[in-house]
């Protein structure tokens, strides 16, 4: 969006950060956040039991409101999972039951304590869940109220259809509802706790608008919309996704460690820009960082990995990842801090090492080690295996008992076998 002279701590924040794409009424949210605390909200689906990095920009945007004096809303879509977000999917997402939907959201909650100070004062965060308002309406009467107000024209021509419909991949009438129960999410947040800004990503400008519209018509009230960039890195892969898969935010889905090297392994180019979004370093402290060269941009690197792990998992989780990630990269040495995973004897020793790499969680798959050792990626004990068919035998054991696997560079783990 074109550049805007703000005035509210906020925005000027967002903005000289990179978090703004598009926002609805620009200079009136920038007025209101002037003259008073201003209740937003960013809805989180719960389709697993952790979010990913990809979500982290939507809690960071959270967690600057609250730094800014106002008051963060999140909502988890414990109703609207049930229908599952049809944006940028080409097919339906699995239906999901009532119970792991609640065990997702038990899991999900315990994450956003680590960015945001929840409790009742007047800029404390609160959480709250679109099923308890949902699932209480009746078919006819969620239609009849909310169905005029919304046009057949205008729901096709979102991207979220209409990308859909292009690719000629169908959309069920179940998703296409989707965008009136989000916009309903608003209105009802609006009226429960005066909600009066929703946020999200870019992809979610539609739905984000039709809230806004909605609130406006129904309410009279003044209601806005702001959306984040598209977050891609800069080789052009989407925000979260590595080649061994989603990178969560729950310890208990991955490592501390694992989470450190993900920021640690980061593209050159991507350095400064996540600083500014994922940490609260100082701009000027940061824009020292992104302009070391050479081996100095690693500096930088180790810079955002702690200050992200220390704001997931604390300054300790972070600490000891690094000590590791040194000892195993830099040094040549094990760690107790590693990742380890122990398995049954019998699938470690006479086994072909891909298939070892692969239960270990090292690959993805049998055929995704072989791969990695036939380009000199797949590691044993720091020495490269060139067959991935190679088997594994009790001499390949350290004086420890374990073994050390790697998939190139940038991750490490111990096998112990039981």
């Known amino acids: 969006m074109t550049e805007t002279a703000f005035q509210s701590d906020f925005l000027q924040t967002l903005q000289a950060r990179g978090y703004i794409h598009q926002i609805t009424h620009p200079a009136e949210l920038d007025a209101a956040l002037n003259k008073g605390v201003v209740a937003a909200y960013i809805g989180f689906d719960a389709t697993a039991p952790s979010l990913h990095v990809g979500s982290l920009i939507q809690i960071m945007m959270l967690r600057r409101l609250q730094q800014a004096g106002h008051k963060p809303v999140v909502l988890m879509g414990g109703g609207t999972t049930k229908v599952g977000d049809p944006t940028g999917k080409d097919a339906s997402r699995p239906q999901l039951t009532d119970a792991t939907i609640k065990a997702n959201i038990a899991s999900i909650k315990t994450v956003f304590s680590k960015f945001l100070s929840f409790g009742d004062g007047p800029t404390d965060a609160v959480m709250v869940d679109n099923d308890d308002w949902l699932s209480t ?4 009467q969620f239609l009849r109220e909310f169905g005029t107000q919304f046009t057949i024209n205008r729901m096709l021509a979102f991207d979220s259809v209409k990308l859909r419909l292009e690719r000629e991949q169908p959309m069920t009438f179940l998703e296409f509802n989707y965008m009136l129960m989000q916009s309903v999410d608003f209105l009802e ?67 501390p460690f694992d989470y450190w090297q993900f920021w640690r392994n980061v593209d050159d180019a991507d350095v400064g820009r996540f600083l500014r979004l994922f940490t609260d370093l100082p701009l000027d402290e940061i824009a020292r ?130």
């Open 137 to 140: 309406y009746g078919y006819v």
């Open 189 to 255: 947040l609006n009226r429960r706790l005066n909600v009066t800004l929703q946020m999200g990503g870019s992809d979610q400008w539609g739905n984000i608008t039709s809230g806004v519209d909605l609130v406006r018509r129904n309410e009279g009230l003044t209601a806005f919309g702001l959306t984040t960039p598209l977050l891609t890195t800069a080789s052009g892969g989407k925000m979260g996704k590595t080649a061994q898969g989603a990178v969560w935010l729950n310890a208990d889905q991955l490592s």
């Open 289 to 418: 960082l992104e302009a070391l060269e050479g081996a100095g941009i690693n500096d930088a690197k180790k810079a955002l990995a702690d200050a992200a792990t220390t704001m997931l998992h604390g300054a300790e989780e972070a600490r000891k990842a690094r000590a590791a990630a040194e000892a195993a990269f830099e040094q040549g040495r094990l760690s107790a801090d590693l990742p380890s995973v122990e398995l049954p004897r019998a699938e470690v020793i006479g086994q072909m090492i891909a298939a070892v790499a692969t239960r270990a969680g090292l690959t993805a798959s049998n055929g995704e080690a072989r791969r990695l050792a036939q380009g000199g990626g797949l590691r044993l004990n720091d020495g490269a295996i060139a067959d991935g068919a190679r088997v594994l035998t009790e001499a390949d054991l350290n004086a420890d008992g374990v073994l050390k696997l790697g998939a190139g560079k940038k991750k490490i783990v111990l096998v112990r076998p039981a």
